[in-house]
């Protein structure tokens, strides 16, 4: 049951071997069985590593941690609304991709590997970036020329090497994909383990409930990390009878770069090939997303939807936001201006949680510039 299986053509591999792809070139899941031990999980230290037995990583001694996890989830108010935020922007590196970095980097160590590549738009390497730095793994991370420079601050002083790519994100993608012919791909798209991490945000959500789950969750997407793994969570949740339900999930896109949306409104087979504007919300401005059908798939088996937000949407989301009292990322607040679109024609006693990705102290330069 603990294996890698290609979503394409159904070969499988054993999790024990230095494997990110299928040999026909597709992508991997992970089939495992997660163990939940309600009385055993309360008695542990808050953190996302609570829920041990439902993470596939062999040996503690593996484990690579900042005791990361357990984010406050609270109420806040959106147009005389009450919506739960998870709290993720309080993460070590500041965003909800050290869930990921987590259990990918505990199992890289696990299969004693000591170099690898990863791409990201910012979050994702200052994520690898500073795991493999406690782990003692040399990193080297493809970002797009034009990122954030906090981040790029962020993840050459934990040691990594960055490499400045001229272009798009894609063409970020592209170059660390011939790194990887050589070099193992510690990669939050590609690679299952992160999603074992992510999933982490589920579980939370649903112990901090009570163990219920909420009615809908709404969620910025780029690459789907997030979402993807938050949807693996509640169903192993379900499927171990803990929760008797799977959330809504509601997608949010920038509409300058939103091809989940249109594959998902116009009921295509594929995700479409786009042409990509810029947008303030960086972190989730993918084109081309690695796992794109199987993230549309996920909103439409949880009868969830997607939603489109416009720069001038976000920007007005992020300053209320602030004015609250949260300082989050631009690409936080692409959530929190789906969320108040969502909730025009939500019910009225429907219970919503959304998240805070990233903080606003990792693009300190476009929050000053806005």
Not at 59 to 82: A, K, L, M, Y
Not at 236 to 254: G, M, R, T, Y
Request: hydrophobic letters at 40%; a positive charge; charged letters at 25%.
């Amino acid at each position: 049951m603990n294996q890698f299986i290609c979503r394409k053509c159904k070969a499988i591999y054993p999790l024990d071997v230095p494997r990110w792809k299928c040999d026909c070139g597709s992508i991997l899941d992970i089939e495992f069985e997660p163990v939940f031990d309600l009385e055993e999980i309360e008695r542990r230290k808050p953190t996302m590593w609570r829920y041990r037995e439902a993470i596939p990583i062999k040996n503690d001694e593996n484990i690579v941690s900042f005791d990361e996890g357990f984010t406050p989830i609270i109420e806040v108010i959106f147009h005389g609304r009450p919506v739960l935020i998870k709290q993720d922007q309080l993460f070590p590196t500041g965003s909800y991709k050290d869930r990921g970095a987590s259990v990918l980097v505990s199992k890289i160590k696990e299969l004693e590997i000591k170099q690898v590549v990863e791409d990201s738009s910012g979050n994702a390497g200052c994520a690898i970036s500073a795991y493999c730095a406690k782990a003692d793994i040399d990193c080297n991370i493809f970002v797009p020329e034009d990122t954030a420079p906090g981040k790029l601050s962020q993840i050459q002083f934990y040691g990594a090497k960055l490499n400045k790519v001229p272009g798009t994100r894609e063409d970020a993608s592209n170059a660390v994909l011939k790194a990887a012919q050589k070099i193992y791909y510690a990669s939050h798209s590609w690679n299952p383990f992160f999603l074992h991490g992510t999933k982490t945000f589920a579980f939370e959500i649903c112990e901090q409930l009570g163990w219920k789950s909420p009615d809908t969750i709404i969620l910025p997407v780029g690459n789907g990390t997030l979402l993807l793994g938050a949807y693996i969570g509640f169903n192993e949740l379900f499927n171990s009878k803990i929760i008797n339900k799977i959330p809504k999930i509601v997608a949010v896109q920038a509409i300058n770069c939103a091809p989940l949306h249109t594959a998902f409104k116009e009921n295509l087979k594929k995700v479409p090939k786009i042409n990509k504007k810029d947008t303030i919300a960086e972190g989730i401005a993918i084109a081309d997303p690695i796992r794109g059908k199987q993230i549309v798939e996920a909103v439409e088996k949880s009868n969830g939807d997607f939603i489109v937000v416009d720069d001038s949407e976000i920007k007005e989301s992020l300053k209320e936001i602030c004015k609250k009292g949260f300082y989050i990322e631009p690409t936080s607040a692409a959530a929190t201006a789906g969320v108040s679109k969502y909730l025009r024609k939500s019910k009225y006693h429907e219970i919503i949680v959304s998240v805070f990705t990233g903080h606003g102290l990792k693009t300190t330069e476009k929050m000053l510039k806005l």
